[in-house]
């Protein structure tokens, strides 16, 4: 059992889906850094505020809290802020990858092939087009 574990790990799909998993929770750091630390309070300049509508909330049992923590303390609250912050930060997280694989494709794209030069026309090409050209100089 022991060999055959080994041998599962040492194909190279499962190393190249294990570096796979490494680089992409780097690669979640970086895009989470740039949607929470430059593009929300780029949103924020815009709106007016902060972009983090966590705080609002609809207290379901009557209870009356400033934050959303001290209404979930008090009761069940429907916490439709802390959603529509998920929501916003998804879409900008999935705008930022579009783009950055939208670069890399084009950065890897092929230029388009020119077609190549026409071949050299052959001995009895050349004869009938000096025949053509010399029926074109009598007629």
């Known amino acids: 059992m022991i060999k055959e574990f080994r041998e599962f ?6 190393i190249d ?3 796979g998993v490494i680089v ?4 979640t750091a970086i895009i989470n850094s740039l949607v ?3 593009i929300n ?14 705080n609002y909330f609809i207290p379901l049992a009557g209870q009356t809290a400033t934050t959303l ?12 802020g802390s ?14 990858v579009f783009m950055i694989v939208r670069t890399v494709n084009r950065m890897r794209s092929k230029p388009e092939a020119v077609p190549p030069a026409p071949p050299e026309p052959t001995p009895s ?9 010399l029926l074109a100089r009598q007629g």
């Open 125 to 133: 090409e050349r004869l009938l087009a000096e025949i053509r050209d």
């Open 17 to 19: 889906l294990a570096v």
């Open 9 to 14: 790990i040492s194909r190279g799909n499962v």
């Open 41 to 54: 309070p780029l949103i924020g300049l815009l709106v007016g505020g902060r972009a983090d509508f966590s």
């Open 24 to 27: 992409g929770a780097a690669f």
């Open 36 to 38: 929470n630390d430059i």
């Open 69 to 80: 923590a001290e209404a979930q303390a008090a009761g069940p609250v429907l916490a439709y």
């Open 83 to 96: 959603f529509l912050t998920a929501v916003i930060n998804f879409l900008l997280i999935a705008f930022v």
